[in-house]
């Protein structure tokens, strides 16, 4: 017997079925319409003898594999009154962030990632990797803090945490934050990262990170790049690392920004694009922050600071698109919702709609090591059903009205009514 109904929800192909879900996975997709009126949406009620234990009327819902968020920073979220940045750059964010970290304590911080982290669940994202500051001015207060939110939070979403070492990460005054990096990860951090382009050695800093990594046996997720300096490209040397040593050891590699390549003549972004397809790196586009914090001197055309989307596309890398910092230091506004990062990249990135609903689904969970999901029968589910006819419209309207599955149960549920006056609706 089904745990959980779905009825008459929209396909992705456009027809309408009931969806049956059980032990966790799609269990039968029953494209006869109803023949009794639906019934209005019921969440944990007492069933009758034979009917699934909850059951939704999802009428004018489309339902989609469940989106997914490869890149925040919960311990920063939801600051943007506490911490202004009037430089606007990253620079600036970083400084004034810094200077702050006295006021942080773990229940402060963990009181704002776990509100980040269920706004990001309301709106579909069944899976979220987050970045953790560790460094010699926090040290592992922010770990604490999101630890236990993964711990509470459990039964909602997966929860990734990447250990993000502070800078200087190379030389002999890099010794604190290199020992706090490696103390994080034995208190239970997932992934090991940092931000190369910011110490003063790029490559040592990146070599210091895939060596921790790979003996660890995990996954590395580099902020990289993160500026419109032709210059610097160290996504390269990071992808040529990656080829000459293989990945024996790490578990998966992700490139997030990757700014640089964006300003680089074709030729060249090829070259690059190729060599990162190669070595199966993930590169993660993070629209909002990257308009807001890139190109803030330019007055005249301002570069929108994404990466090389098509090249990287057209190269054959998994390019995923992500969200970053949520209404903070680093990007004052945001909504934690991967539609909003979808309909960015239609409009920045020139993505189609389904590529960008691929971008912030598929692409991220492939990113992100978690299994595969679809609207199948077998396949896990993590689900959206989201209130719109065609992914287009859903990431163009972006409804807040969303019923969202995780591990076959229904772990948020949004309605909401809007009235008009007389008959103008
Ligand atoms: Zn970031």
Same mark, same amino acid.
């Given at each position: 017997?089904?745990?959980?109904?779905?009825?008459?929800?929209?396909?992705?192909?456009?027809?309408?079925?009931?969806?049956?879900?059980?032990?966790?996975?799609? !269990?039968?997709?029953?494209?006869? @319409?109803?023949? /009794?009126?639906? &019934?209005? *949406?019921?969440? %944990?009620? $007492? #069933?009758?003898?034979?009917?699934?234990?909850?059951?939704?009327?999802?009428?004018?819902?489309?339902?989609?594999?469940?989106?997914?968020?490869?890149?925040?920073?919960?311990?920063?979220?939801?600051?943007?009154?506490?911490?202004?940045?009037?430089?606007?750059?990253?620079?600036?964010?970083?400084?004034?962030?810094?200077?702050?970290?006295?006021?942080?304590?773990? !229940?402060?911080?963990?009181?704002? @990632?776990?509100? /980040?982290?269920? &706004?990001? *669940?309301?709106? %579909?994202? $069944? #899976?979220?990797?987050?970045?953790?500051?560790?460094?010699?001015?926090?040290?592992?207060?922010?770990?604490?803090?999101?630890?236990?939110?993964?711990?509470?939070?459990?039964?909602?979403?997966?929860?990734?945490?990447?250990?993000?070492?502070?800078?200087?990460?190379?030389?002999?005054?890099?010794?604190?934050?290199?020992?706090?990096?490696?103390?994080?990860?034995? !208190?239970?951090?997932?992934?090991?990262?940092?931000?190369?382009?910011?110490?003063?050695?790029?490559?040592?800093? $990146?070599?210091?990170?895939?060596?921790?990594?790979?003996?660890?046996?995990?996954?590395?997720?580099?902020?990289?790049?993160?500026?419109?300096?032709?210059?610097?490209?160290?996504?390269?040397?990071?992808?040529?690392?990656?080829?000459?040593?293989?990945?024996?050891?790490?578990?998966?590699?992700?490139?997030?920004?990757?700014?640089?390549?964006?300003?680089?003549?074709?030729?060249?972004?090829?070259?690059?694009?190729?060599?990162?397809?190669?070595?199966?790196?993930?590169?993660?586009?993070?629209?909002?922050?990257?308009?807001?914090?890139?190109?803030?001197?330019?007055?005249?055309?301002?570069?929108?600071?994404?990466?090389?989307?098509?090249?990287?596309?057209?190269?054959?890398?998994?390019?995923?698109?992500?969200?970053?910092?949520?209404?903070?230091?680093?990007?004052?506004?945001?909504?934690?919702?991967?539609?909003?990062?979808?309909?960015?990249?239609?409009?920045?990135?020139?993505?189609?709609?389904?590529?960008?609903?691929?971008?912030?689904?598929?692409?991220?969970?492939?990113?992100?090591?978690?299994?595969?999901?679809?609207?199948?029968?077998?396949?896990?589910?993590?689900?959206?059903?989201?209130?719109?006819?065609?992914?287009?419209?859903?990431?163009?309207?972006?409804?807040?009205?969303?019923?969202?599955?995780?591990?076959?149960?229904?772990?948020?549920?949004?309605?909401?009514?809007?009235?008009?006056?007389?008959?103008?609706?």
């Amino acid at each position: 017997m089904a745990d959980l109904l779905l009825r008459s929800v929209t396909l992705p192909d456009g027809s309408r079925a009931d969806v049956r879900i059980a032990d966790g996975r799609i !269990a039968a997709l029953e494209h006869a @319409a109803p023949a /009794a009126p639906a &019934a209005p *949406v019921r969440s %944990g009620e $007492t #069933a009758a003898p034979g009917e699934p234990a909850e059951v939704h009327d999802l009428d004018g819902y489309l339902l989609l594999p469940a989106p997914a968020e490869p890149h925040a920073h919960l311990d920063k979220a939801l600051t943007a009154d506490l911490v202004p940045n009037p430089q606007g750059d990253l620079a600036g964010a970083i400084e004034q962030w810094m200077a702050r970290y006295p006021e942080r304590t773990v !229940a402060e911080i963990t009181g704002r @990632a776990r509100r /980040a982290a269920l &706004a990001g *669940v309301a709106n %579909g994202a $069944t #899976a979220i990797r987050t970045h953790v500051d560790i460094n010699d001015g926090i040290g592992l207060q922010a770990v604490e803090a999101l630890l236990a939110v993964k711990e509470e939070l459990a039964p909602l979403l997966d929860l990734q945490l990447v250990g993000l070492v502070g800078r200087p990460v190379t030389g002999p005054e890099g010794r604190p934050n290199r020992d706090l990096l490696l103390a994080g990860l034995d !208190a239970g951090v997932d992934v090991v990262g940092g931000c190369p382009h910011l110490d003063a050695d790029p490559q040592a800093a $990146t070599d210091f990170c895939l060596e921790v990594a790979a003996e660890r046996g995990l996954p590395l997720d580099l902020h990289m790049d993160e500026h419109l300096r032709p210059a610097a490209l160290d996504l390269e040397y990071l992808a040529r690392r990656v080829l000459a040593l293989g990945v024996t050891g790490v578990t998966g590699v992700t490139a997030s920004h990757c700014c640089s390549l964006g300003v680089q003549d074709v030729p060249t972004q090829r070259r690059v694009a190729e060599a990162v397809a190669a070595a199966g790196i993930s590169v993660v586009t993070l629209p909002q922050t990257n308009l807001y914090l890139q190109a803030r001197d330019e007055r005249r055309s301002p570069a929108r600071g994404l990466t090389a989307v098509a090249s990287l596309l057209e190269a054959g890398a998994n390019v995923a698109g992500g969200a970053d910092n949520l209404q903070d230091p680093f990007n004052t506004v945001g909504r934690a919702d991967p539609l909003e990062t979808a309909s960015l990249l239609v409009m920045a990135a020139h993505l189609g709609a389904e590529q960008a609903y691929r971008a912030v689904s598929g692409a991220v969970r492939h990113a992100l090591g978690l299994a595969p999901v679809a609207v199948e029968v077998g396949a896990p589910a993590e689900l959206l059903a989201v209130r719109a006819g065609t992914v287009r419209e859903a990431i163009a309207f972006a409804p807040a009205d969303r019923v969202v599955t995780h591990r076959g149960r229904v772990v948020a549920s949004t309605t909401t009514t809007t009235t008009f006056p007389r008959s103008w609706a």
